[in-house]
Protein backbone atom coordinates (compact mmCIF):
# COMPACT_ATOMS: atom_id res chain seq x y z
CA UNK A 1 0.00 0.00 0.00
CA UNK A 2 1.12 3.12 -1.29
CA UNK A 3 0.54 6.67 -1.65
CA UNK A 4 2.14 9.48 -3.35
CA UNK A 5 0.99 13.05 -3.53
CA UNK A 6 2.40 15.36 -6.03
CA UNK A 7 2.38 19.05 -7.69
CA UNK A 8 3.61 20.90 -5.27
CA UNK A 9 5.58 24.18 -5.69
CA UNK A 10 6.04 27.80 -5.64
CA UNK A 11 3.07 30.14 -7.12
CA UNK A 12 2.40 33.70 -6.75
CA UNK A 13 -0.91 34.80 -4.95
CA UNK A 14 -3.93 34.26 -6.99
CA UNK A 15 -2.36 31.66 -8.86
CA UNK A 16 -3.59 27.98 -8.93
CA UNK A 17 -1.71 24.18 -8.14
CA UNK A 18 -3.23 20.68 -8.55
CA UNK A 19 -2.31 18.50 -6.34
CA UNK A 20 -2.41 14.68 -6.88
CA UNK A 21 -2.42 11.46 -4.77
CA UNK A 22 -1.71 8.66 -6.81
CA UNK A 23 -2.33 4.91 -5.21
CA UNK A 24 -0.81 2.08 -5.68
CA UNK A 25 -1.33 -2.17 -4.00
CA UNK A 26 -5.08 -1.31 -4.02
CA UNK A 27 -7.81 0.18 -5.34
CA UNK A 28 -8.02 4.03 -4.43
CA UNK A 29 -11.87 3.75 -5.80
CA UNK A 30 -12.39 1.54 -2.56
CA UNK A 31 -11.59 4.30 0.05
CA UNK A 32 -12.50 8.19 0.93
CA UNK A 33 -9.58 10.38 0.25
CA UNK A 34 -8.69 12.83 2.49
CA UNK A 35 -6.57 15.96 2.12
CA UNK A 36 -4.75 17.56 4.70
CA UNK A 37 -2.08 20.44 5.26
CA UNK A 38 0.57 21.45 8.09
CA UNK A 39 1.98 24.53 8.10
CA UNK A 40 5.02 25.62 9.86
CA UNK A 41 4.68 25.45 13.43
CA UNK A 42 0.81 24.17 13.24
CA UNK A 43 -1.09 21.02 13.84
CA UNK A 44 -2.29 19.13 10.37
CA UNK A 45 -5.90 20.20 9.55
CA UNK A 46 -8.26 18.83 7.30
CA UNK A 47 -8.83 20.49 3.91
CA UNK A 48 -11.15 18.18 1.78
CA UNK A 49 -12.60 14.53 1.96
CA UNK A 50 -13.86 12.72 -1.12
CA UNK A 51 -15.75 9.64 0.18
CA UNK A 52 -15.64 6.13 -2.04
CA UNK A 53 -19.38 7.21 -3.67
CA UNK A 54 -17.92 10.73 -4.29
CA UNK A 55 -19.43 12.94 -1.60
CA UNK A 56 -17.43 15.88 -0.24
CA UNK A 57 -16.70 17.07 2.85
CA UNK A 58 -15.08 19.55 4.68
CA UNK A 59 -13.72 22.82 3.41
CA UNK A 60 -16.56 25.36 4.39
CA UNK A 61 -13.53 27.86 4.98
CA UNK A 62 -12.44 27.71 1.54
CA UNK A 63 -15.14 29.31 0.23
CA UNK A 64 -15.00 27.30 -3.04
CA UNK A 65 -11.39 28.24 -3.72
CA UNK A 66 -10.29 24.59 -3.55
CA UNK A 67 -12.18 21.54 -5.30
CA UNK A 68 -11.14 17.39 -4.52
CA UNK A 69 -12.06 14.74 -7.22
CA UNK A 70 -10.55 11.46 -8.00
CA UNK A 71 -10.33 9.61 -11.23
CA UNK A 72 -10.53 6.02 -10.39
CA UNK A 73 -9.39 4.71 -13.90
CA UNK A 74 -5.93 5.98 -13.50
CA UNK A 75 -5.90 5.28 -9.61
CA UNK A 76 -5.36 8.12 -8.38
CA UNK A 77 -6.96 11.80 -6.50
CA UNK A 78 -7.10 15.41 -7.13
CA UNK A 79 -7.00 18.50 -4.62
CA UNK A 80 -7.79 21.65 -7.36
CA UNK A 81 -6.25 24.71 -5.40
CA UNK A 82 -7.38 28.20 -7.40
CA UNK A 83 -6.85 32.20 -6.09
CA UNK A 84 -4.00 30.74 -3.83
CA UNK A 85 -3.02 32.83 -1.07
CA UNK A 86 0.01 33.40 0.83
CA UNK A 87 -1.43 31.79 4.33
CA UNK A 88 -2.51 28.58 1.93
CA UNK A 89 1.07 27.94 2.67
CA UNK A 90 1.66 24.78 3.67
CA UNK A 91 2.61 20.71 3.00
CA UNK A 92 0.29 18.90 1.78
CA UNK A 93 -0.48 15.40 2.26
CA UNK A 94 -3.34 13.06 1.02
CA UNK A 95 -4.32 9.93 3.10
CA UNK A 96 -6.77 7.33 2.12
CA UNK A 97 -9.78 5.60 4.64
CA UNK A 98 -12.81 3.42 4.89
CA UNK A 99 -14.91 7.04 5.39
CA UNK A 100 -14.04 11.02 5.47
CA UNK A 101 -13.15 11.94 9.13
CA UNK A 102 -11.87 15.45 10.43
CA UNK A 103 -9.55 13.80 12.85
CA UNK A 104 -5.56 13.01 11.54
CA UNK A 105 -5.34 10.08 13.68
CA UNK A 106 -8.47 8.26 11.83
CA UNK A 107 -6.28 7.90 8.41
CA UNK A 108 -4.71 5.08 7.95
CA UNK A 109 -2.60 5.65 5.04
CA UNK A 110 -0.44 8.63 4.44
CA UNK A 111 1.41 10.28 1.20
CA UNK A 112 4.49 11.39 1.88
CA UNK A 113 3.41 15.08 1.52
CA UNK A 114 3.94 17.89 -1.21
CA UNK A 115 4.89 21.47 -0.48
CA UNK A 116 3.01 24.26 -1.70
CA UNK A 117 4.50 27.67 -0.87
CA UNK A 118 2.31 30.98 -1.79
CA UNK A 119 4.46 34.02 -2.75
CA UNK A 120 5.02 37.00 -4.69
Known amino acids: VQLQASGGGLVQPGGSLRLSCSASGFKLAYYAIGWFRQAPGKGREVVLCISSSDTTYYGDSLKGRFTVSRDNAKNTGYLQMNNLRPEDTAVYYC???????????????WGQGTLVTVSS
Open 95 to 109: ATDDDCNVDPNHWGA
